[in-house]
């Protein structure tokens, strides 16, 4: 059980590049979530989703887009990078939200994916 | 938007300090409470959680949180710190999102500890 897992590890872009980040988690979790983590910031919401086929926005949505095409896979895409979205991202994935039992909010974490744009 | 308040930006403490962080957060409703902690170079790892019932919670290496409603507080404390503790600290409230029923959390920016052996 891997529990969830970020490719790629670590990546430089020029300004204007595009790139894809992937998330996969094994739990059968059906929300995932996008953050990026900037010094003194703490992590803040880019995405998210709650289901397969599902995404919305989360607090700084501007600059990337997702998809979740699969319900075990979340893709963070930046379109055209700016040296703002140097960062570290981190995929979380929950097995509900506040629906049901709200004892199963706990969210997971990847590893971090660290981005520079130049 | 809730906002989740960590009072302290960076904490020194020798060996054996007692540590206590703060964390104030601004929803009026039922919540869930947590702690993260980020060792360097590691992801987010759950320290303790706050769903409900006794208000004083244990997690991990021997941390404890408390929870005072009248208060909007989740205060982390560990009565002796290693070396070992040495990380950043995330306090984290799961609320409601724009009145959907995504639990999303809201973190603080992060309590930096240094413990010097």
């Known amino acids: 059980n891997a529990g969830v897992t970020q490719t790629p590890k670590f990546r430089v872009l020029k300004t204007g590049q595009s790139m894809t980040l992937l998330c996969a988690q094994d739990?059968?979790?059906?929300?995932m979530y996008w953050y990026r983590q900037d010094p003194g910031m703490g992590l803040r919401l880019i995405h998210y989703?709650?289901?397969?086929?599902?995404?919305a926005k989360g607090e700084v949505p501007d600059g990337y887009n997702v998809s979740r095409l699969k319900k075990q896979n979340f893709l963070l895409g930046l379109e055209s990078a700016a040296p703002s979205q140097t960062s570290v991202y981190f995929c979380?994935?929950?097995?509900?939200?506040?629906?049901?039992?709200?004892?199963?909010?706990?969210?997971?974490f990847g590893p971090g994916t660290r981005l520079t744009v130049t | 938007a809730q906002s989740v308040s960590q009072h302290n930006h960076h904490v020194i403490l020798s060996e054996a300090a007692s540590l206590e962080l703060g964390c104030n957060y601004s929803?009026?409703?039922?919540?869930?409470l947590f702690w993260y902690v980020q060792y360097p170079g590691q992801h987010l790892q759950l320290l303790l959680k706050?769903?409900?019932?006794?208000?004083l919670v244990k997690g991990i290496k021997g941390f404890e949180a408390e929870f005072i409603k009248s208060k909007f507080s989740f205060n982390l404390r560990k009565p002796s710190v290693q070396w070992s503790d040495t990380a950043e600290y995330f306090c984290?409230?799961?609320?409601?999102?724009?009145?959907?029923?995504?639990?999303?959390?809201?973190f603080g920016r992060g309590t930096q500890l240094t413990v010097w052996p």
């Open positions: 979380a994935s929950s097995l509900t939200g506040t629906g049901g039992s709200r004892r199963w909010n706990e969210q997971y």
């Open positions: 739990m059968n979790h059906e929300y």
């Open positions: 989703s709650v289901g397969e086929g599902t995404t």
């Open positions: 929803y009026g409703g039922t919540v869930n």
């Open positions: 706050y769903f409900s019932g006794d208000p």
């Open positions: 984290a409230v799961n609320a409601p999102h724009r009145g959907s029923t995504l639990g999303r959390l809201y």
